[in-house]
């Protein structure tokens, strides 16, 4: 059973898969106070918010039990990535569902803009009927430029194409395929708000677009220019804006967003010039269906142990891409957790090497649960697929993965390499038709092993009688040894034991065989 809590309204139809499932419990807590949401976090495994509710540093320390945060909407700047990320949970969004609102939204505020609607809609229900001070202007063959050509602002340009409008974009991330897709003029910065009538904002809200309309854009812009900001409050400098529409180089705004919400009183909306309203662009019944259906879908299905379709701080993997690296999954994890116990020393590089049907495909989910497998042993269990990356930056761990056509013969390979200061181990692991996991080859030993939960892995001088002696040792321990594999790498030389037992070897076991004749090394392996 998982526990959710729910701060802000979401759509009642768009519940359904949560309230659907049978193992989850879910609870409806909206406008809870900040000390409220500190108190109550803690009892929850997974938390879906709005854009109301900030998820901060603060309530992620105090959500002991998170492991999910789902966002209804796109914007995630409501919430401590960071922090997230740094404690292992998993945020998720939903980017498509609400793209349709919130470009309709920035078109009915670019048409309200242009005609006055607002103000003019306001003087007559104060009993003015006043033609002469809300003449507009028209858009038909106006330049609209967009800042953003993502989701919404693509969507945002094509309807102004409708209205005849000239578009011109900003957008550094928009190939230019699919600016010629959408045929729009692209150009820098400066370039869009020089020439642009109405500019219409669409970025996330980012230390690069914090604030990107200041004073000095604003002087950039033609006089008489007017704004819409439909995407994030902050991205148009406030105390900037109300200077330029006092000074008249700005002649109207539209405002959905702002850089503090909610708000009773701001200083922009005592302009005449500026028209609002209270974040408002994906508020639709159709938009707030489909976010929430989306992110309890993903809810669902990160308690189903199935991949999330719309990860924030983990790279999104196709979905057939993960069918295909699904079943690796787990012999990631397995390898790297074993290489961590041969392992002595400073790691300084850490390499996963993929051959076979793994070579050309986005094997980084499996790299991911590598190192998580790896650092789950020397960190602990707070180490997961989503923070283990960020763990390894902070141990100064270099992370390399590697493609290579060599497959030893397996269909896929996966070796997992790792350099200390003292020494370099190897382990490689496959997948074996109807036999599951095996270990084939650890260091330069080909073995074949299966990946059971208690391994011994003995070095030692091959001479008659080493094996004997393990075998007796661990026998007085009461310790049965399920599988023996033996290796060497020539006549009386260096050799290796992997056995696999059934219960815990102990670390007295272990230095008691450490003490046998021709008996180099032991480590004991938990899986
Ligand atoms: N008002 C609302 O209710 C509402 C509803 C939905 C989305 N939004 C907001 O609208 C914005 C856009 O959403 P989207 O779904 O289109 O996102 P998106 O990710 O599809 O598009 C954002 C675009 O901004 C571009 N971009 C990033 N940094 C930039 C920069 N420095 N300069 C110029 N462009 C830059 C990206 O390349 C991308 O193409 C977000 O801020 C989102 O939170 C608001
Ligand atoms: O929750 C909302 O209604 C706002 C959503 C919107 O700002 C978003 O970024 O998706």
């Known amino acids: 059973m998982f526990k959710v809590l729910i701060c802000d309204p979401l759509s009642e139809e768009g519940l359904k898969p949560l309230?659907?499932?049978?193992?989850?419990?879910?609870?409806?807590?909206?406008?809870?106070?900040?000390?409220e949401l500190l108190d109550k976090v803690g009892n929850y495994d997974a938390l879906l918010v709005r854009s109301q509710t900030t998820i901060d540093a603060a309530v992620i320390h105090a959500a002991t039990r998170l492991k999910i945060i789902g966002r209804a909407g796109v914007g995630v700047d409501n919430i401590d990535l960071q922090a997230a990320?740094?404690?292992?949970?998993?945020?998720?969004?939903?980017?498509?569902?609400?793209?349709?609102?919130?470009?309709?939204?920035?078109?009915?505020?670019?048409?309200?803009?242009?005609?006055?609607?607002?103000?003019?809609?306001?003087a007559l229900k104060n009993k003015q009927w006043d033609r002469k001070s809300f003449i507009g202007v028209e858009l038909k063959g106006k330049t609209l430029g967009v800042i953003g050509l993502g989701r919404i602002g693509a969507e945002v340009a094509q309807r102004a194409k409708g209205q005849r409008m000239k578009v011109v974009a900003y957008d550094p991330f928009l190939t230019l395929e699919k600016a010629e897709k959408l045929g729009v003029?692209?150009?820098?910065?400066?370039?869009?708000?020089?020439v642009a009538d109405f500019i219409t904002v669409h970025t996330p809200l980012v230390k690069e677009t914090k604030h990107l309309l200041n004073r000095a854009a604003f002087e950039k812009m033609k006089p008489g220019v007017q704004l819409i900001n439909c995407a994030r409050g902050g991205i148009i400098d406030e105390d900037a804006l109300y200077d330029a529409i006092q000074s008249g180089k700005v002649a109207g705004v539209a405002l959905d967003v702002f850089e503090v919400e909610p708000f009773?009183?701001?200083?922009?909306?005592?302009?005449?010039?500026?028209?609002?309203?209270?974040?408002?662009?994906?508020?639709?019944?159709?938009?707030?269906?489909?976010?929430?259906?989306?992110?309890?879908?993903?809810?669902?299905?990160?308690?189903?142990?199935?991949?999330?379709?719309?990860?924030?701080?983990?790279s999104a993997v196709p979905k057939d891409v993960l069918k295909k690296?699904?079943?690796?999954?787990?012999?990631?994890?397995?390898?790297?957790?074993?290489?961590?116990?041969?392992?002595?020393?400073?790691?300084?590089?850490?390499?996963?090497?993929?051959?076979?049907?793994?070579?050309?495909?986005?094997?980084?989910?499996?790299?991911?649960n590598v190192l998580k497998g790896f650092l789950r042993s020397r960190l602990g269990e707070s180490v997961n697929e989503v923070n283990a990356k960020l763990f390894a930056d902070r141990l100064g761990i270099t992370v390399i993965e590697q493609k290579t056509s060599q497959t030893k013969g397996f269909t896929s390979l996966i070796t997992v390499e790792v350099l200390t200061k003292a020494e370099m181990r190897k382990v490689s692991g496959t997948l074996l038709n109807g036999l599951g996991a095996r270990i084939v080859r650890v260091d330069e030993f080909i073995v074949d092993v299966p990946l059971e939960a208690h391994l011994v892995f003995i070095r030692h001088k091959d001479q008659p009688g080493a094996i004997g002696r393990v075998g007796m040792s661990l026998a007085e321990e009461r310790i049965n040894i399920a599988t023996m594999q033996v290796g060497r790498a020539e006549r009386g030389g260096a050799a290796i034991m992997m056995l696999t037992v059934d219960k815990h070897v102990k670390a007295k076991s272990v230095e008691k065989l450490k003490t046998l004749a021709d008996i180099e090394d032991v480590i004991a392996i938990e899986l």
């Open 185 to 194: 003029t692209m150009g820098t910065v400066d370039e869009v708000i020089q």
């Open 325 to 368: 690296v699904e079943p690796y999954l787990q012999l990631g994890e397995k390898l790297g957790s074993f290489v961590q116990d041969l392992a002595n020393g400073l790691i300084e590089e850490f390499r996963v090497v993929y051959s076979g049907e793994l070579q050309d495909i986005d094997v980084s989910p499996i790299t991911r």
């Open 264 to 314: 009773v009183d701001h200083k922009l909306l005592t302009l005449p010039q500026v028209i609002a309203t209270p974040h408002l662009g994906a508020s639709t019944v159709e938009a707030q269906e489909v976010v929430a259906v989306d992110v309890c879908d993903d809810v669902v299905r990160y308690f189903n142990g199935q991949a999330v379709k719309n990860p924030v701080n983990l």
């Open 85 to 122: 990320t740094e404690q292992g949970i998993l945020v998720v969004n939903a980017p498509d569902g609400n793209t349709n609102s919130a470009a309709e939204h920035s078109i009915a505020m670019l048409m309200a803009l242009a005609r006055n609607i607002p103000q003019a809609f306001h």
């Open 19 to 35: 309230r659907e499932n049978p193992t989850s419990q879910v609870d409806v807590l909206t406008n809870l106070s900040k000390e």
